[in-house]
């Protein structure tokens, strides 16, 4: 079974939701494309750059311009992923995926984010689980375009509970390094920043809190 909820809770057109228009066909992205190539080449031009001239940079307002349209952005371009459903069949433990790797942009400074995602929920006596590699998707969905940490966990968090019907909780924890901390301002490279959402019995039940946590120490070491 494959369902078709909808999972994007946030504005339309804001740099961490979905652009107007939504899923683009090739032809729109080609078009949006050759738009920002120019318009990135007039930014390196107010920036005094002599890009044109310079064979290092002639063809970057092109490549930069692709990069933000196929990979850093391409959440906000792409169709929501078909997520694949299962019947629970009566299982009612944990199901957890930790080290999902995470590469998205800071909405502020457009430095990358890196890290790790640990997803984790429990079916309800009639919910569905969902295709391992679906929380994956979901994880690169809301990833690849603009965040802000702490609104991203939510984003990943709300998408798993309203897929997973009547379930008994869901949690999603980030670990991640921001460049616009280690390039910028403070200058500061090595620190990670860590945000979690958790509801239901992993709020409510330090036993199933504590199984949570445990089961992300084996990704952290």
């Known amino acids: 079974m494959t369902t078709n ?20 066909s090739d032809e729109e992205k080609a ?13 390196l031009t107010a920036l005094r750059c002599d890009w044109k001239n310079d064979p290092n940079s002639n063809d ?3 490549r930069v311009a692709k990069a933000y349209v196929n990979d850093l952005w391409a959440g906000r371009y792409n169709g ?6 299962f019947p629970s069949d009566g299982y009612d433990g944990m199901v957890f995926e930790g080290g999902i790797p995470l590469t998205s942009m ?35 969905h809301f990833g690849r375009r603009g965040a802000i940490q702490e609104q991203l966990t939510v984003a990943i968090h709300n998408s798993i509970d309203t ?19 280690s390039c910028r301002g403070v200058k500061h490279g090595g620190a990670s920043m860590k945000t ?9 039940d330090p036993a199933t809190r504590n199984e949570y946590y445990e089961f992300v120490k084996g990704y952290n070491g």
């Open 106 to 140: 800071c909405s502020h400074h457009h430095q990358t984010i890196m890290g790790k995602v640990h997803v984790a929920y429990i079916p309800g006596e009639d919910s569905n689980v969902i295709g391992l590699s679906k929380l994956n998707r979901l994880v690169e």
């Open 196 to 204: 979690s959402k958790l509801t239901g019995a992993f709020k409510d």
């Open 163 to 181: 897929i997973i019907n009547d379930n008994k909780g869901v949690a999603v924890m980030i670990d991640a390094t921001h460049n616009c901390v």
């Open 80 to 85: 929501a992923p078909n997520i694949t459903a």
């Open 60 to 62: 970057t307002p092109r």
């Open 31 to 43: 078009e949006m494309i050759k738009n920002a190539t120019k318009a990135f080449g007039e930014f």
């Open 5 to 24: 909820k909808t999972i994007e809770l946030v504005r339309e057109g804001f740099a961490n939701g979905v652009a107007p228009g939504g899923n683009l």
